[in-house]
């Protein structure tokens, strides 16, 4: 099994050969390709956070009897002659999604971009798995170059780590890029205006009282509802403080072992209010709002 120092050098070159594609305007195949390398060099960073805290933590397979050989083989001092070790043991490591669950306990640059790491995740699976015309090329652009060097940045801070050393020579450039475009872009300020826009469409609504009925009416059946890979749960509007509904789906990955899909996780997927009208999707959009919030409610999820 690899080391935290070989993931951590992994990282380092992996998203370095994604930094000369990244910038304000990319085309296509600069979007798949920075994509590839950027969303496979974090994947290695979040199994360098957990290997450096514990080695079996990156391990699918954290049992004794196969931890023990995998990680601690070279100081056996007696032979396992009771089969208290695997003669066979499973080396893999876990994949990005579960590595981000179980990082995100440790990390609290990993919990404060978990939305954006969820969005990461997907396009490495379209990269991957999926056709790449489903690769939302003007969003993945805008991760690159807006959140990417943030991510990186904020993981590092964290643990002393020289963020430069991830970016080389585009270092200062990619810096610059991302603090451009979020302050062109004042996302807080547009946000603002846009709940305050939702206040005052519900202020106009309040004293309809048919309106009100058929929003609660949505609301409760809502709530009330849920399928096999999504529940709703309340979410207090942050426009109108009416009761919103948050729609919660499970994360899934593949065990090619078991050949069957399992659930890493639960994540936000989308905010709406009946009420006022507001609807919330984007990553950005949930982490402005706290959406994350839910998760320490004690909410009966998936």
């Known amino acids: 099994m690899m080391t935290a120092s070989e993931f951590l050098t992994d990282a380092k070159k992996l998203i ?3 930094c000369g594609d990244i910038g304000e305007q990319m085309n296509e195949l600069e979007v798949i390709h920075a994509t590839t390398f950027f969303s496979i060099g974090i994947e290695r960073l979040l199994k360098f956070v957990l290997a450096d805290i ?7 397979n954290g049992d004794f009897k196969n931890a023990a050989p995998c990680l601690y083989k070279h100081k056996f001092v007696n032979g396992d002659q009771h089969g208290v070790t695997s003669s ?3 080396t893999d490591v876990v994949s990005f999604r579960v590595a981000m669950q179980r990082a995100l306990i440790f990390s609290t ?11 990461l995740a997907n396009y490495r699976d379209i990269l991957a798995h999926r056709p790449l015309s489903e690769l939302d090329i003007v969003k993945a652009n805008r991760l690159l170059a807006k959140d990417g060097y943030k991510l990186v ?14 970016f080389g020579t585009n270092h200062d450039r990619l810096r610059g890029l991302s603090r451009k475009i979020q302050s062109e872009e004042d996302f807080s300020r547009e946000m603002a205006t846009r709940i305050e826009q939702h206040r005052a469409l519900w202020l106009s609504r309040a004293s309809q009282l048919e309106f009100i009925k058929q929003a609660t ?3 409760e059946s809502l709530l009330a509802s849920s399928g096999h890979d999504f529940s709703y749960v309340p979410f207090t509007c942050p426009a109108c403080a009416q009761e919103a509904v948050a729609r919660i789906e499970p994360d899934y990955d593949y065990d090619p072992a078991e050949k069957t899909s399992y659930v890493t996780g639960v ?3 989308s905010i709406t209010c009946y009420f006022c009208g507001l609807k ?6 949930l982490n402005y709002v706290d959406a994350n919030s839910i998760f320490e409610d004690g909410h009966d999820l998936v």
Do not use: H, W
Request: hydrophobic share 35%.
């Open 16 to 18: 370095l050969m994604s």
């Open 267 to 269: 994540f936000v997927d």
């Open 54 to 60: 514990n080695p079996v933590f990156a391990l699918t």
């Open 88 to 90: 066979k043991p499973d």
């Open 153 to 166: 940045n904020d993981i590092c801070s964290e643990r002393s780590l020289s963020v430069q050393e991830f």
């Open 109 to 119: 640059g990993v919990k404060e971009n978990s939305q954006l790491l969820f969005s």
């Open 280 to 285: 919330l999707q984007d990553y950005e959009e």
């Open 217 to 219: 009416d949505i609301t």
